[in-house]
């Protein structure tokens, strides 16, 4: 029995030590014999905007919270109506905020004794996405006049499929700085680079800040346009590279 497991052990401990011959001795010389580079690069492309999200809100006040729904009702409509008749759809615009609660009306107060007038403040936010930058000021002209009292911020965004765009564009500059700075590193060793071992990629796209306006327009003000400016956003891209030599 001890003689027959001798004669099954020994081929198979030979054959783990020819194995063992064959596979360390490549694993150490790749190991040894392998020089990276690590090089980082940043790719940054500015371009204009082709959207832009504007805040508009409609906001009535009264003592009976019916009258004051009902009134913010009719001026919410008149205003979406106003803005489809200048050419925006459904698409275009849509609610983010409803909200009704009970405020403090100090400056009623006639004498210090007098009691404190409570009344409901209703307001119904709407959210308008242009694809036209340009006509920025004459929508929020249109939306004041036909009865929204707040502008609450203006946000110059860019759409999906330019951002897509303008990502690849800065990946693109990215490699090729990195890849750059690599080739002058390695000529300077007297090495030449044969291929990339590693990769990750980060960056990504930065809006300018919303512009908070809060913006009303009282009753019997002067009409005048409003100026928008779009400036511009930024797309940028970076890649960490680890180059073999």
């Given at each position: ?14 054959l ?19 020089r990276?580079?690590?090089t ?6 500015t371009t ?7 805040s508009?809100?409609?906001?009535t ?14 001026k919410?409509?008149t ?7 200048a ?9 983010t905020?409803?909200s ?49 009292n707040n502008?609450?911020?203006i946000?110059?965004t ?6 897509e765009?303008?990502?690849a ?8 700085q ?14 030449s680079?044969r291929?990339v ?28 346009a ?15 590279i680890?180059?073999?030599?």
């Open positions: 029995m001890i003689a027959m497991r001798k004669h099954i052990l020994t081929p198979l401990l030979a783990i030590l020819v194995f063992s011959l064959i596979v360390l001795p490549v694993s150490a010389a790749t190991t040894s014999n392998e990276v580079i690590h980082q690069g940043t790719g940054t492309i204009t905007p082709d959207r832009v999200e504007i508009v809100a409609v906001m006040e009264h003592a009976d919270v019916k009258v004051a729904q009902q009134e913010n009702a009719v919410m409509n205003v979406m109506n106003a803005l489809k008749n050419g925006l759809t459904s698409d275009d615009i849509k609610t905020g409803y009704i609660y009970q405020v403090t009306k100090d400056e009623e107060r006639i004498l210090p004794g007098d009691r404190k007038a409570q009344v409901y403040r209703v307001t119904n936010t709407l959210m308008i996405t242009l694809k036209d930058t340009t006509k920025a000021g004459d929508i929020i002209d249109i939306a004041i006049e036909s009865g929204a502008v609450n911020y946000s110059f860019l759409s999906e499929e330019k951002q765009s303008l990502r564009e800065a990946l693109k500059e990215a490699v090729t990195s890849r750059g700075d690599a080739d002058v590193v390695a000529a300077s060793l007297g090495l680079v291929d071992k590693e990769v990750s990629i980060g960056g990504g796209y930065y809006p300018p800040s919303p512009r908070y306006d809060s913006m009303m327009m009282a009753a019997g003000m002067e009409k005048a409003t100026p928008i400016e779009a400036g511009e956003v930024t797309v940028t891209a970076t890649v960490s680890t180059y073999i030599c």
